[in-house]
């Protein structure tokens, strides 16, 4: 038996995610692409950790490697939500470490990977 709540930490990873897209819809909308993206790459991270729960039972990685979580759950991913993950991680790295200076992407890539996350994010919540 787990020594932890699995349904409270599932449901707080899904409802901080939802929090964060809503962010993530703001930032962009308002021309802020990397910002956006960086919490688009944190929205996905926190789906995937509540998948890592549900499907575990054990607590979630600190980590922030969207690849690696994908990898510890059970969830079969298409190869087009495989690079969402590889497109939002270059955005996770841009956010945290300044020596990883990214272009500031065109609104309307920033678009595409805010749409990908919000389909990608609508995937993972049914999966919960």
Same mark, same amino acid.
């Given at each position: 038996?787990?020594?932890?709540?699995?349904?409270?930490?599932? *449901?707080?990873?899904?409802?901080t995610a939802l929090s964060d897209f809503e962010t993530a819809e703001l930032l962009i909308k308002n021309n802020k692409f990397i910002h956006g993206l960086f919490f688009c790459h944190l929205t996905i991270e926190k %789906?995937?950790?509540?998948?890592?729960?549900?499907?575990? *039972?054990?607590?979630?990685?600190?980590?922030?490697d969207l690849i690696y979580l994908m990898e510890k759950t059970?969830?079969? @991913?298409? *190869? *087009?939500?495989?690079l969402t993950l590889v497109n939002l991680m270059k955005y996770q790295i841009e956010g945290r470490y300044p020596d990883n200076i990214l272009a500031t992407p065109s609104k309307e890539?920033?678009?595409?990977?805010?749409?990908?996350?919000?389909? %990608? %994010?609508?995937? @993972?919540?049914r999966k919960l």
């Amino acid at each position: 038996m787990s020594a932890f709540n699995i349904e409270k930490q599932v *449901e707080y990873w899904k409802t901080t995610a939802l929090s964060d897209f809503e962010t993530a819809e703001l930032l962009i909308k308002n021309n802020k692409f990397i910002h956006g993206l960086f919490f688009c790459h944190l929205t996905i991270e926190k %789906l995937l950790k509540a998948n890592f729960v549900k499907c575990t *039972e054990m607590l979630a990685p600190k980590t922030h490697d969207l690849i690696y979580l994908m990898e510890k759950t059970k969830l079969s @991913l298409t *190869e *087009e939500h495989k690079l969402t993950l590889v497109n939002l991680m270059k955005y996770q790295i841009e956010g945290r470490y300044p020596d990883n200076i990214l272009a500031t992407p065109s609104k309307e890539i920033a678009n595409e990977y805010l749409n990908k996350t919000e389909e %990608l %994010l609508e995937w @993972l919540v049914r999966k919960l």
